[in-house]
Each structure stands twice: as C-alpha cells, then as structure tokens.
C-alpha cells in the first residue's frame, strides 16, 4: 500500500458472522475512506464556533482597556473594563443586535482561550461599540481579539 499523509496506509478488515450456518460477513476499509467519514461526521455533528446551540460568540477587538476604579474601601479594586467592537466587518450588524439585546446582562468573554464572566453594556452613543465590565487579576491589551459569548436568544 501507499503513504497517506506521510504515514503507511493500511486497512481495517471488520469480520461479522451473521448467524450459524451463513456465510460470514467481510468488510475492508481503507485509511482514507475512515479519515474522510470521521472528518464529515464532526463536520456535520459540531456545533460552529460562531453559532452555538447556546448563544453567538463574536470576535470583538478592544479598542480600551483599563482598571475601573482603585480603592478597596468601596470593594472596586479588581475591577476592570474594555471597550470593544467588532474585529471584523462581517460581525458588525450582529454585534449591534447583541448589544441591544444584552444590554446590562452578563456574558462570558475569552481572552487568550480563557472565559471569564462579565456583564456587556451598550454605549448608545457610540455606534456598535460596547462596554464589557469584568473582574479579575488579568490584563487584556488594547487591540487584542477577544471572544464574547452572548446568550441564547429566547423568542
């Protein structure tokens, strides 16, 4: 057999008798056939990353980010935020919606593949921009793509 990938090629042989007295039952896959199922069926099995079964993950660029407030008597002092829109055009009218419709509420966010929980406001003002609230020992640089999770909307 040939290489596939770099690797040796081979073939599972499955064997089923089907019942005494029947012939049994033989069935040769290949390699590539058994890589090309199992890639369709986590195709079309997995939820996109974009549109999950709990809500819509945007990427968002953060165009601020900064400490909220410092001084423990007032229970601030992790508090952080960012300014964020979105980082790519495509997402900009959705992002919009979500804002309207998440506006105050919480969300979960990535950074660096890490969620964290914050709460997503709406800058009315500022088209399509949003502020996101979060706290946290963490530091989130200006212009760095984050994930936000916005919940499912319910009808």
């Known amino acids: 057999m040939g290489s596939f990938w770099g690797f040796e090629a081979h073939s599972i042989d499955f064997h089923m008798p089907l019942a005494k007295g029947e012939k049994e039952w ?18 079309l099995c997995m939820p996109s990353l974009s549109r999950s079964e709990d809500g819509r993950v945007i990427e968002c660029e953060v165009m601020e980010a900064a400490a909220a407030a410092k ?8 508090v ?12 900009r009218v959705e992002l919009s919606k ?39 020992d963490f530091k989130v640089e200006r212009k760095e793509i984050i994930l936000v999770k916005f919940p499912k909307i319910r009808n």
Do not use: P, Q, W
């Not at 964020?84 to 997402?91: F, K, P, S, V």
């Not at 509420?105 to 997503?120: L, M, N, T, W």
């Open 80 to 91: 952080h935020y960012l300014l964020i829109h979105h980082a790519h055009e495509r997402d």
């Open 98 to 136: 979500c804002l309207k419709a998440f506006n105050g509420r919480e969300v979960e966010f990535a950074v660096k593949g890490i969620f964290y929980r914050g709460i997503i406001f709406r800058l009315s003002h500022c088209f399509g921009r949003g502020l996101l609230l979060y706290r946290g």
């Open 26 to 43: 033989n069935l040769r896959i290949g390699m590539r056939k058994i890589v090309v199922l199992l890639f369709t069926f986590l195709f």
């Open 71 to 78: 001084g423990a008597e007032i229970g601030l002092e992790r």
